[in-house]
């Protein structure tokens, strides 16, 4: 003989109530009620008429060996989510159950701030400038200028004459990137020239071929940014920045933090073009 529906409604509202306080989870309930108890349907309708009631059921377990209750009660009491599962009878190393166990506290808005570990904030790495590094930072500065003044920047991915590419509506442009750290009496110097690859690095500079490059953009020690066309200095291995200052374009020295005390004249003591 089979067991009844729950569309027969067998049971009274305090009938319901009390399997509900005895049980630790629907298909108990279902089993107090005599009612087929692997029924999804007839689950469905336990539930829907159990939460009409209002009745409590946070003592449900489900395949859980703790229930809701238990788990708020034990998050109240706890410092650590350590002392948590161990008043739930459950190991801390057991695999994923502090996860498992924290979701569960999420699902059911449980506060456990208390239970989180203040955590540790590093304190901010603290970078400082140096002009020593300007002549490998030169590349990037000035990609990030042409680039502001909305243009297209390549660098070439084989070892050419001239450090970018620079495309604008009318075309592209080859840049040739140099930079000093060289304050002489009479100002920023620029060696602008070359070596060939296969010489010697002591071997004396050689111009560029001002065909083969359009502008030179030279970054001075004051972060000064200069760019100037080729055919004005061709021919010359190092220019006297102070004489070119109409190609001025823009200044960089907010990347330094700069004093407005100027540049140190014993710079070139210490640093070389």
């Known amino acids: 003989m089979s067991r009844p529906s729950a569309l027969d409604h ?3 509202d305090g009938q319901l109530a009390d399997a509900v306080q005895v049980s630790s989870n629907w298909r108990g309930v279902l089993r107090e009620l005599g009612l087929n108890t692997t029924s999804a ?13 209002g009745l409590d059921t946070s003592h449900f377990r489900g395949k ?44 059911l808005g449980l506060d456990y701030s208390h239970l989180e ?29 042409f680039t502001l003044c909305g243009c297209s920047v390549l660098f070439p991915i084989e070892p050419a004459a001239y450090d970018l590419v620079v495309g604008r509506a009318d075309g592209l442009s080859r840049v040739q990137v140099k930079t000093t750290t060289y304050y002489g009496k009479d100002g ?34 004051d972060l000064n940014i200069y760019l100037i066309p080729s055919r004005v200095i061709a021919g010359r291995v ?30 070139g003591a210490r640093a070389s073009a």
């Open 188 to 221: 920023w110097l620029a060696a602008i020239g070359r070596r060939p690859y296969s010489i010697r690095k002591d071997a004396p500079l050689m111009p560029y071929d001002p065909d083969v490059i359009d502008y030179f953009l030279i970054i001075d020690g």
């Open 41 to 53: 349907g007839t689950i469905r309708i336990v539930r829907r008429q159990v939460v009409q009631l």
């Open 117 to 145: 570990a203040i955590p540790v904030v590093p304190e901010p790495r603290m970078f400082t400038t140096d002009l020593r590094h300007l002549r490998d930072a030169g590349a990037c500065i000035a990609a990030s200028w």
């Open 10 to 12: 067998t049971w009274t």
């Open 64 to 107: 859980r060996r703790w229930s809701d209750a238990q788990l708020k009660q034990a998050t109240s009491e706890s410092q650590s989510w350590d002392e948590v599962l161990s008043l739930l009878g459950l190991s801390a190393n057991g695999g994923g159950m502090r996860t498992h166990v924290r979701s569960h506290a999420i699902r």
């Open 238 to 267: 190092q220019v006297l920045l102070r004489t070119y200052k109409k190609y001025i374009v823009g200044n960089a020295g907010g990347l330094l933090g700069a004093s407005e005390s100027g540049p140190d004249p014993q710079l």
